[in-house]
């Protein structure tokens, strides 16, 4: 079993900054997928940017060029460097974690972008 536990979300205004952190532990592999998700009210989870074992990154168009996503291997952990945030980015945040064809999610972490 393979528990995710979020941390970083909060308040800021529009145009700052926030660094969500995700820690992974339990029986994980050395080859999986971790990333982040947002589910904003009334709409459907989307994918906010993914990183695999091996470094390679994927970003949704809306957040490319301000969010940054890296992870620590050794610590099992991702993380979600997020600039310039938009009051659009307003959602709550999903830790994800792939390997071996199953799907791990965490809680949840709220980011509220507001003046």
């Known amino acids: 079993q393979v528990l995710l536990v979020e941390s970083g979300g909060g308040l800021v205004q529009p145009g700052g900054s926030l660094r969500l952190s995700c820690a992974a532990s339990?029986?994980?592999?050395?080859?999986?997928?971790m990333g982040w998700y947002r589910q904003a009210p009334g709409k459907e989870r989307e994918l906010v940017a993914v990183i695999g074992s091996g470094y390679i990154t994927n970003y949704a168009d809306s957040v490319k060029g301000r969010f940054t996503i890296s992870r620590d291997n050794a610590k099992n952990t991702v993380y979600l460097q997020m600039n310039s945030l938009k009051p659009e980015d307003t959602a709550v945040y999903y830790c994800?974690?792939?390997?071996?064809?199953?799907?791990?999610w965490g809680e949840g972490t709220l980011v509220t972008v507001s003046s």
């Open positions: 994800h974690l792939k390997e071996w064809g199953i799907h791990y």
């Open positions: 339990g029986s994980i592999s050395n080859i999986n997928v």
